[in-house]
């Protein structure tokens, strides 16, 4: 195995990266983004409230925060590929199950225990660790073009609206299941640990890589913001707890997933309120993803370009902005207003945030630094969807969720600049505890 990857034309972090770009667009149509094409359907033939179908969600990410670590060590343990092949069969197993669901009880267990959780595996830390192992200085440009694949799996959620239409949500549920395990399985199997282990060096690097980019073409203006080269760092898992930085950038990541995911199960309903038909609102929800590629990709780029923190807090303000807009859209020319303003900024707040938390801690522990990022961040996971539905509840509209939103935004473009990178003592590879941040 060694010999045959070292062997290729073609450095095989790319088939990782194209395996895991796959592996996100089969997450995102099915899951991340397809799960909001079936809420109001379960809630027309159900009459369960939006809170009550919402908190299936909600407590899918309590579950997935509470095994975030137990996952991370898992997978810096046995590798990306075993957990992301558990995954997909759980995935495929969770819809199947749901086709034949009948109550919120049994809604609840068949969506948290199997399809979520088998999600988690498959296209959430896996991933990400598999491209993160692959790629130090292209992990920006790597991870955009993985993040991409979230952006067209969410631009494919008209289907499954089309399809809820025609053969109904339970047959829908079926589908997604075969599709699941009939892409999934083998997109499992391209993925691999460290480089180092089959005698690579990450980003198909040699000894004599020049690993320091030049700012000399650089306009004096930009240099002030211009990514600084520094020495890949590897933080244990317990190292990174005690630094600021990873409180901090848990506090932005936390922020953004409040948002976000609010944003992602709530929208179709949103458009449906102000008079969208349901092919319509799912069609806007999939230009929206669609859209969010040029800043998956693009925002990764800069992240390798510029300080990842400088690109972040351009992307949370213009995100701001665009749910300013978002407060008064009627027709579908508005909508598309806010998707263009929305979308790339939207996109744009992922990538840099794995790449920025690379560049902290280092790819040793990578995955296990992911799953406390996930633990940490549960109170905006559980409580930002069950809070835009509750609100809507009460008000019978979204403003309330959307103007708390816009203050969450302009407050993490902040808040992301004074995250420093911490520095570790001299004692750290004995296992020592890191300093100050700078």
């Known amino acids: 195995m060694m010999g045959l990857l070292r062997g290729r034309k073609v450095f095989y972090g790319w088939w990782i990266v194209v395996a895991s770009t796959l592996g996100a667009a089969l997450g995102g149509w099915v899951f991340a983004y397809g799960v909001g094409a079936f809420f109001m359907p379960l809630v027309n033939e159900f009459g369960w409230s939006r809170a009550a179908l919402s908190g299936a ?3 899918a990410r309590l579950e997935g925060g509470l095994s975030g670590p137990l996952e991370g060590m898992l997978i810096d343990r046995f590798g990306p590929k075993v ?6 069969i759980l995935m495929g197993l969770g819809y199947g199950l749901l086709s034949q669901v009948n109550s919120l009880v049994a809604y609840y267990i068949f969506f948290i225990g199997f399809l979520a959780l088998g999600a988690s595996f498959a296209t959430g830390t896996s991933l990400y660790t598999a491209v993160a192992y692959w790629f130090v200085r292209k992990r920006g440009l790597a991870m955009g073009i993985m993040n991409a694949g979230w952006g067209l799996g969410g631009a494919a959620v008209p289907l499954l609206a089309l399809l809820i239409a025609t053969v109904g949500w339970r047959s829908t549920f079926l589908i997604a299941a075969v599709t699941i395990w009939v892409l999934g ?5 391209v993925m691999r640990g460290q480089p180092e282990k089959y005698g690579l060096l990450p980003d198909g690097d040699t000894p004599s890589t020049e690993l320091t980019p030049s700012t000399r073409r650089l306009p004096r203006f930009l240099k002030f913001v211009w990514a600084v080269p520094r020495r890949e760092v590897d933080f244990t898992a317990p190292q990174a707890v005690r630094s600021r930085a990873f409180w901090m950038l848990s506090l932005v990541w936390g922020g953004r997933m409040f948002i976000t995911g609010s944003m992602n199960l709530h929208l179709i309903p949103l458009f449906e309120d102000v008079g969208f038909g349901p092919e319509l609102a799912a069609t806007v929800l999939g230009i929206l993803t669609m859209t969010s590629v040029a800043g998956r990709f693009g925002f990764g780029w800069l992240a390798d370009v510029f300080d990842k923190r400088y690109v972040l807090a351009f992307c949370y303000a213009t995100m701001a902005l665009a749910l300013v807009v978002l407060l008064d859209v009627r027709t579908f020319w508005q909508a598309m207003v806010f998707v263009l303003l929305y979308a790339p900024a939207y996109g744009g707040t992922a990538t840099p945030t794995h790449s920025l938390r690379g560049e902290l801690f280092g790819r040793k522990s990578f995955a296990s630094i992911h799953g406390l990022f996930l633990f940490t961040a549960m109170w905006a996971t559980i409580g930002g969807p069950i809070f835009a539905g509750y609100t809507f509840d009460v008000t019978r509209s979204y403003h309330v969720a959307l103007v708390t939103f816009i203050a969450m935004s302009a407050v ?5 600049l004074l995250i420093g990178h911490p520095k ?5 590879a004995a296992g020592g505890k890191a300093t100050r941040d700078d």
């Open 412 to 416: 993490i473009s902040i808040l992301v």
């Open 185 to 189: 399985i083998p997109l499992a199997m």
């Open 83 to 88: 957990m992301m092949l558990t995954g997909v």
């Open 424 to 428: 570790p003592s001299p004692k750290l």
């Open 57 to 59: 969600l909600s407590l």
